[in-house]
């Protein structure tokens, strides 16, 4: 199946709730659950990844109740004794918070998911959780998983983090339940350590402190009990870049209410590289507004390193500069749903656009797209990006358009808000 996008031919204007952002929603329900009293949680996303998460925890033993729409009520009940199967589908960053959940367990955690998550690594956290004294059988660290643990685990590891910071995400959250404690100890650079930072700041809501030592090289976390209560998850920044780059590119103007300039989500600043292109830029702590200049402003080269999820959006807007790009500080790319460096470079490349790829960046030269039948890899932001480069050329059409329900199931729709 594939779905045709019609060009764009007119400036825009639109106001728009954002979906809840993923990430933020899938750490407050790991939180929830290892809490020590009830949470409801509002504003969760409607998506693949949330549904993951919200299974393997129901399977986990936690009691859920209620709606996405009026609010989530999680009752902790974590069962650590019995063997249980967890299925994370595709959402890597559940299944990197549930394997290190599982080392909080008695009983044996076996991990399955779909095919384009067990191409996904994770031998560096599970490494990490060996050296807490757990039993660890996998696939050269791919899926499948067992996970096996007697509690007698020890109160410090290590950790490489330079492939994701979502491995040191995951045992920052669980290591305020282990028994002593949690010391990591870093080997090297965090990748995309904002997103360990706004780990942090999550638990922070919660009533668990880190503390960060020797230049952030090591954390070290004391026992403590996540508090209940109420938490509103904000805007999907990750989202947000879409309908940004729609407004940039055609001279609209986007009003999204619930992402603004207090958020930690690296991906907010993609604002920013829409005010570089000639986008005007308003903000306050909850609302930004995006409107878009009648000529877009070129860019030599930009490092999308603090970013990595919004570099595709960027790479489908880089046929229409004036003049050549290069988008460097890729190579966590590599590692996603799809290789996000070599399957964009190929999908423009159909297109007519010259592409150069290297290890960690792609540089893109402008040109007039060509119809083009974009396949997305099974990756939501290949789908998501694409649209946005198709919608200001005409007969393009999206392979496999509901592969964005893994993390925006409302795309389509809030997408057509920009045709008037």
């Not at 899938?26 to 009830?38: E, F, P």
């Not at 998506?47 to 009752?75: H, P, Q, Y």
């Not at 207090?262 to 600043?269: E, H, L, T």
């Amino acid at each position: 199946m594939s779905k045709l996008i019609l060009p764009i031919e007119a400036p825009f204007e639109y106001e728009l709730a954002l979906p809840g952002s993923k990430s933020i929603a899938l750490r407050q329900l790991l939180i929830s659950a290892l809490a020590s009293k009830d949470s409801t949680i509002f504003g969760l996303p409607p998506c693949g990844d949330v549904d993951a998460m919200l299974d393997s925890l129901k399977n986990l033993g936690t009691e859920i109740d209620g709606s996405l729409a009026e609010g989530l009520r999680i009752s902790p009940n974590l069962n650590l004794v019995d063997n249980i199967e967890l299925d994370a589908r595709q959402s890597g960053v559940s299944l990197r918070l549930l394997l290190a959940t599982a080392a909080l367990r008695r009983g044996t955690t076996h991990f399955t998911g779909h095919v384009s998550l067990a191409n996904r690594p994770n031998s560096p956290l599970l490494n990490a959780i060996k050296e807490l004294g757990c039993t660890v059988e996998s696939d050269e660290g791919k899926l499948p998983i067992t996970i096996s643990s007697d509690l007698t685990n020890n109160s410090s590891t290590s950790l490489d983090s330079t492939l994701s910071s979502q491995f040191l995400s995951a045992l920052l959250i669980v290591g305020a339940r282990f028994p002593n404690g949690l010391e990591i100890q870093l080997l090297d650079r965090v990748a995309s350590a904002q997103y360990a930072e706004g780990t942090i700041g999550e638990m922070e809501k919660r009533g668990v402190v880190v503390h960060q030592q020797l230049d952030n090289t090591r954390y070290k976390i004391e026992p403590q009990m996540y508090e209940g209560g109420n938490v509103q998850v904000e805007g999907d920044a990750s989202a947000a870049t879409y309908h940004m780059a729609l407004a940039t590119l055609h001279g609209g103007t986007v009003h999204l209410t619930n992402l603004g300039n207090s958020s930690w989500q690296p991906d907010s600043a993609f604002a920013y590289v829409c005010e570089r292109l000639g986008a005007t830029i308003e903000q306050d702590d909850t609302r930004t507004t995006v409107r878009g200049a009648n000529e877009l402003q070129p860019i030599e080269a930009i490092d999308m390193s603090e970013m990595p999820d919004a570099a595709p959006t960027l790479m489908a807007m880089s046929p229409y500069l004036s003049d050549p790009i290069e988008i460097t500080g890729l190579s966590t790319l590599r590692h996603k749903e799809c290789d996000r460096i070599a399957c964009p470079a190929r999908e423009l490349t159909r297109a007519g656009i010259q592409v150069e790829e290297g290890s960690d960046f792609l540089k893109i030269w402008p040109g007039i797209p060509k119809p083009t039948v974009f396949d997305t890899y099974d990756d939501h932001r290949m789908a998501m990006s694409f649209a946005v480069l198709a919608s200001k050329t005409d007969g393009c059409r999206i392979n496999d358009p509901l592969c964005v329900n893994k993390t925006y199931t409302d795309f389509w729709y809030d997408m057509s808000r920009a045709y008037v």
